[in-house]
């Protein structure tokens, strides 16, 4: 009998254990009072317009590329040479 009453009392010990565990973890619901909160979505832009770029009145005829390396410092020297395509005399930087 005595055992019947003990298994008994782990039974109710164990599942007093279960919910006081799961109430523990419980969450919060916090509550504002005040004026509701309107989130618009947002505006629409139109989308911004790519330039042209103007048609290419020159062509790369050549490009000639000189590097030397020295105790860790690197000289590189460019030359390109472009050709004239267009009708009228072009000018770059």
């Given at each position: 009998?005595?055992?019947?009453?003990?298994?008994?009392?782990?039974?109710?010990?164990?599942a007093?254990?279960?919910?006081?565990?799961?109430?523990?973890?419980?969450?919060?619901?916090?509550?504002?009072?005040?004026?509701?909160?309107?989130?618009?979505?947002?505006?629409?832009?139109?989308?911004?317009?790519?330039?042209?770029?103007p048609?290419?009145?020159?062509?790369?005829?050549?490009?000639?590329?000189?590097?030397?390396?020295?105790?860790?410092?690197?000289?590189?020297?460019?030359?390109?040479?472009?050709?004239?395509?267009?009708?009228?005399?072009?000018?770059?930087?």
């Amino acid at each position: 009998m005595q055992r019947r009453i003990w298994s008994c009392l782990v039974s109710v010990i164990s599942a007093m254990a279960t919910l006081i565990g799961s109430l523990a973890d419980a969450q919060v619901i916090i509550i504002e009072h005040g004026p509701p909160i309107v989130i618009r979505p947002p505006v629409p832009h139109p989308p911004r317009p790519r330039p042209e770029l103007p048609p290419s009145v020159f062509k790369v005829r050549s490009v000639e590329m000189n590097a030397t390396v020295k105790d860790q410092i690197a000289t590189v020297q460019l030359a390109q040479v472009f050709l004239n395509v267009g009708s009228q005399p072009a000018e770059a930087q």
